[in-house]
């Protein structure tokens, strides 16, 4: 069985400092994608970046990093410069690459202070 | 512009009654999705369908039922089986990005059920 653990129900971060958001999985599978949505208030989820399991550097997409650790089966969320608008939930997600199927984390709300 | 339109956004329907939640899509991806999101939990597979006239069942398929009859629409019934149907539901579609399966969302509908 697949599971992704989100620890941070909450978290409040100041402008412009950077912030981690944790995610850890829970699988036997080797090959293993993980995914970061933002959920703002109006509901809709966005996709923010993806780390494969093979993939050897971290992703990146612009304020966006993962810091993957694959020994620690950690696929942790870093965004640098916090804006106002990033305040959301953040939903981490996996799935196996033989699966179309993909598990979500119980998400952690981010509120940035201005 | 391509995307993903759910309609309506908000819902309210009387218990024992079936109610059909519309998913249309532009975006010319074979794949479709129904989530439910329950208050501080991550999203639930429902649905999928990975082409016309073809669909499987999720992890929580009980008292839902779907049709893929066009490969842009994909609703979703939530019948009076289903115990409790009050929830937000999102609707998403894929296509392969560089090799990653990139899901798109919906607005997302949120059902009440009294």
């Known amino acids: 069985a697949q599971k992704i653990t989100q620890t941070q129900p909450g978290m409040f971060v100041q402008e412009k400092e950077a912030v981690t958001l944790d995610c850890t999985y829970d699988?036997?599978?080797?090959?293993?994608?993980l995914f970061w949505y933002k959920q703002p208030s109006s509901g809709e989820m966005i996709f923010l970046i993806y780390q494969g399991s093979y993939d050897e550097q971290n992703a990146t997409e612009g304020r966006y990093s993962l810091n993957f650790q694959k020994a620690r089966k950690s696929a942790n969320l870093v965004i640098s410069a916090s804006q106002l608008g990033d305040s959301a939930m953040y939903f981490c997600a996996g799935r196996m690459d033989s699966n179309y199927q993909l598990i979500w984390g119980a998400g952690t709300k981010l509120i940035i202070k201005p | 512009d391509g995307g993903i339109t759910q309609s309506p956004k908000y819902l309210f329907r009387k218990e024992g009654q079936n109610v059909t939640l519309s998913c249309e899509q532009n975006?010319?991806?074979?794949?479709m999705y129904w989530y439910r999101q329950d208050p501080g939990q991550g999203l639930r597979l429902i649905y999928y369908?990975?082409?016309?006239?073809?669909?499987q069942k999720g992890d929580i398929a009980e008292g839902y039922s779907v049709s893929r009859e066009k490969k842009e629409s994909f609703p979703l019934t939530v019948t009076s089986a289903q115990k409790n149907p009050t929830a937000f539901y999102l609707c998403a579609s894929s296509m392969m990005v560089a090799g990653v399966e990139e899901q798109y969302f919906g607005p997302g509908t949120r059902l009440t059920v009294t």
């Open positions: 699988t036997s599978d080797q090959s293993y994608g």
């Open positions: 369908s990975q082409i016309v006239n073809d669909f």
């Open positions: 975006l010319n991806h074979d794949a």
